[in-house]
T-cell receptor, first 117, second 113 residues
Framework: NAGVTQTPKFRVLKTGQSMTLLCAQD?????MYWYRQDPGMGLRLIHY???????AKGEVPDGYNVSRLKKQNFLLGLESAAPSQTSVYFC????????????????FGPGTRLLVL | AQSVTQLGSHVSVSEGALVLLRCNYS??????LFWYVQYPNQGLQLLLK??????LVKGINGFEAEFKKSETSFHLTKPSAHMSDAAEYFC???????????FGKGTSLLVTP
């Protein structure tokens, strides 16, 4: 099992450019999340998904879009990057068992470092 | 709304000394509480979690935490620090929606020889 993987590991963008971050998990988890991590701010939830084809906004969704076309993948898009989106982005996933969601135990990817100039 | 506050953004201890990282929570209902660790340039890894069973929770790498409702605290401890414990530690609480976590701002642990 690779667990949760993220692509790319590092990216530099110019203001106004677009890009998509890919998150993939091979654990058959229902729930997936995107967080951003900034110094002194901890992790803040951007968007999340509770299943294929469903997404919802988190704490800081502005400037981002997401899609969950396949259960194993969760894509985070930046349509027009801004310097304020310079951050480290983490994807996470969690599972259900016996009909109960264990979403509290989240498995994290290694992160994507994004620099917007 | 549920939230956590981590007291001290940086904590420094000597190797072999007690580690104490503080976390206080705010919740209108019995919460689920978690400690995660992040080693340099890595993602977060679950250390331990409290889910309303035993109030003293043991985790990996010799860490434990005690849920104290009267103090609304969930402090993380380890009797003897190792150099390998140097990392960023995050306390988290489950959200009202139950779908994601609210993280604290993190405490950076430095272990000195």
């Amino acid at each position: 099992n690779a667990g949760v993987t993220q692509t790319p590991k590092f990216r530099v963008l110019k203001t106004g450019q677009s890009m998509t971050l890919l998150c993939a998990q091979d654990m058959n988890h229902e729930y997936m999340y995107w967080y951003r991590q900034d110094p002194g701010m901890g992790l803040r939830l951007i968007h999340y998904s509770v299943g294929e084809g469903t997404t919802a906004k988190g704490e800081v969704p502005d400037g981002y879009n997401v899609s969950r076309l396949k259960k194993q993948n969760f894509l985070l898009g930046l349509e027009s990057a801004a310097p304020s989106q310079t951050s480290v982005y983490f994807c996470a996933s969690s599972y259900t068992a016996g009909g109960r969601a264990f979403q509290e135990t989240q498995y994290f990817g290694p992160g994507t470092r994004l620099l917007v100039l | 709304a549920q939230s956590v506050t981590q007291l001290g953004s940086h904590v420094s201890v000597s190797e072999g000394a007690l580690v104490l990282l503080r976390c206080n929570y705010s919740s209108s209902v019995p919460p689920y509480l978690f400690w995660y660790v992040q080693y340099p340039n890595q993602g977060l890894q679950l250390l331990l979690k409290y889910t309303s069973a035993a109030t003293l929770v043991k985790g990996i790498n010799g860490f434990e935490a005690e849920f104290k409702k009267s103090e609304t605290s969930f402090h993380l401890t380890k009797p003897s620090a190792h150099m390998s414990d140097a990392a960023e530690y995050f306390c988290a609480v489950s959200r009202d929606s139950g779908y994601a976590l609210n993280f604290g701002k993190g405490t950076s642990l430095l272990v000195t020889p």
